[in-house]
């Protein structure tokens, strides 16, 4: 079992009745002092043990906190870290301790327990051991299974996109027992191949996409009655469209969402968002997506996942606006796009050419637990680099933000540059670019630019993940949609005059086609952050609200 370790010189028996509650799923250690706990933490990782949190007082006999964190953390980095105050101290030691808290030193500062059920203080402990379980260990319940002979390029993408719908998953060895079982599970006559994949109750299939296992675990399109007709089709789950399913679905609007990939979209692949309103121990970004997700569904938003919309053919004279899927068309008479951003291609073709084999776009949160032991690479200076790098410095030897711009300051937030500043795994290196890469079978080095001396130098790399820039998803939109140079989709006030109907703009986020509107990044002139897509996803439902008002 994964271990709490608890720490504390004056009230540790407190603490230790406290997480009494605990102790049928996890192993429990006490300690006294830091070097105690240190020594504790070593024996768990070299006995193969797993240590999922520590916690400690606030005031320690032979350390400062911070600095037992620190030295914690170089033993066992994926553990989370807590601050439990005994009441006497709590306010005394807060202004010390929630600098660096704020810096990422720990986790959460949180008042000692005064009395029994203290459930505020145990709901913190549960999100921490959750977040820990979500993104270290083997889940304990299996929901997916995946058999596959290695780490190819599929059976990542399909494990990533199991993690992102926060789906717990295991992959096995075609040769173990697990493997064995559910190959011979295989329909006749059985298709050669791999990965298979057995979800939840359903029979196991070889899959040769992650299409494939979205539409065996969702659906497709095809299962809404061709005669139906929705109030409002959202293309596109990230923060945005999930925002507008929410509002739209709950104030009685029939709404289904098509994502042609993870719910969540780019805000999805986020380890962990610490500046989102609400959330002060922060949250990750599937998480996130998923809890928004059931409480669309609970309001009866339809979700069909894994269906990429490849045309739009918009309505006229009353009818209906029909968008077009491999699997079948969805009718409605609003349409909100809301597909979002996705990262830009480095161009390099060697690198290209070992994407899905240590080459990865986005923080691929599962090639993460892969990095043990290896130097890697971040390409970006936005707030989801700097998520990236600290989610990956939990499991790498070495994390480095590689950046073409001469620091980071201009374009990521500052908690996160400070975050990154105390780990000693990451380092930033500025004014550089990638311009070659290779190995055997994966990415083991690559060759880097000094864009001030043009100089170019080689050093080793097991991983790259590549988070630059953002490019407009929406190339199966119609000519009658006006786009942006960049081809962003222009809405409200920064349609061209020419494009107006009669002598006023659109609504402020209604695109050229009445009853289509955008929202979120895929907007030309939107911010590039989640709370702003989710506010723009919530302000589109009043302008869907309004057109069909009419047509009622």
């Not at 203080?121 to 921490?128: I, K, P, Y």
């Not at 500052?414 to 380092?427: A, D, V």
């Not at 290779?438 to 590549?466: A, H, K, M, N």
């Not at 990044?521 to 302008?543: F, H, N, T, W, Y």
Request: proline share 6%; charged share 20%; net charge negative.
């Amino acid at each position: 079992m994964p271990a709490i370790i608890l720490v504390g010189p004056e009230h540790l028996d407190t603490l230790v009745d406290e997480f009494g509650r605990y102790r049928r799923d996890y192993d429990f250690h006490t300690a006294v002092t830091a070097a105690e706990a240190e020594a504790v933490a070593a024996l768990v990782s070299q006995a193969g043990g797993q240590v999922a949190l520590f916690v400690a007082e606030s005031q320690l006999p032979d350390a400062h906190v911070y600095e037992a964190f620190g030295r914690w953390r170089a033993v066992v980095p994926t553990a989370r870290r807590m601050v439990a105050a005994h009441w006497s101290r709590f306010l005394v030691d807060a202004p010390d301790l929630r600098v660096g808290l704020a810096k990422g030193k720990f986790d959460a500062y949180l008042l000692m327990p005064r009395g029994v059920r203290d459930e505020e203080f145990h709901t913190a402990v549960c999100e921490l051991l959750s977040d820990w379980g979500s993104t270290v260990p083997t889940p304990e319940v299996e929901t997916v299974r995946v058999v596959s002979d290695g780490a190819d390029a599929l059976t990542l993408a399909i494990r990533d996109f199991l993690d992102r719908m926060g789906m717990p998953n295991r992959t096995y060895a075609p040769d173990t027992p697990t493997g064995r079982a559910l190959l011979a599970r295989l329909p006749e006559p059985v298709e050669p191949g791999f990965p298979v994949v057995q979800a939840m109750d359903k029979d196991p299939a070889v899959a040769h996409s992650v299409h494939d296992v979205a539409i065996r675990i969702y659906g497709q399109p095809t299962d809404i009655d061709s005669d139906t007709v929705s109030d409002v089709a959202v293309v596109g789950a990230g923060p945005a469209g999930l925002a507008t399913a929410v509002y739209a679905s709950s104030e009685g609007l029939s709404t289904v969402v098509l994502e042609s990939e993870a719910v969540g979209g780019q805000a999805g692949t986020s380890s962990m968002i610490r500046n989102y309103l609400g959330f002060p121990r922060g949250i990750s970004g599937m998480r996130l997506a998923q809890r928004a997700r059931n409480q669309a569904i609970r309001f009866g938003t339809r979700f069909f996942t894994g269906w990429s919309v490849i045309g739009l053919e918009p309505g006229s004279e009353g009818q209906p606006h029909v968008l077009h899927t491999e699997g079948g068309d969805v009718r409605a008479r609003a349409v909100v796009v809301a597909t979002g951003v996705t990262y830009r291609k480095l161009r390099v073709p060697a690198i290209e050419d070992l994407v899905g084999r240590g080459v990865f776009y986005g923080s691929a949160m599962t090639a993460a637990r892969a990095m043990e032991d290896y130097d890697v690479v971040v390409i970006g200076g936005g707030n989801s680099a700097g998520q990236a790098a600290i989610h990956l410095a939990r499991f790498a030897r070495s994390v480095t933000i590689l950046v073409r711009r001469d620091g980071l300051e201009s374009t990521m937030s500052q908690y996160l540059i400070g975050e990154m500043s105390y780990n000693p795994r990451i380092r930033v290196q500025a004014c550089s670019e990638v311009v070659n890469g290779g190995g055997d079978g994966r990415l083991e080095w690559i060759s880097v630019r000094d864009t001030r001396s043009g100089e170019t130098s080689r050093q080793e790399c097991g991983g790259l993940f590549l988070l630059l820039g953002a490019e407009p998803h929406c190339e199966w939109l119609p000519p009658e949609i006006a786009r942006d140079d960049r081809g962003f989709v222009v809405t409200g006030r920064d349609v061209p005059p020419a494009r107006w109907r009669g002598d006023l703009p659109p609504e402020s986020l209604e695109t050229t086609v009445p009853g289509i509107f955008a929202a979120g990044d895929i907007r030309s002139g939107s911010m590039k952050r989640v709370a702003a897509a989710s506010g723009e996803g919530a302000s589109v439902v009043p302008l869907v609200h309004a057109w069909l008002e009419p047509a009622g």
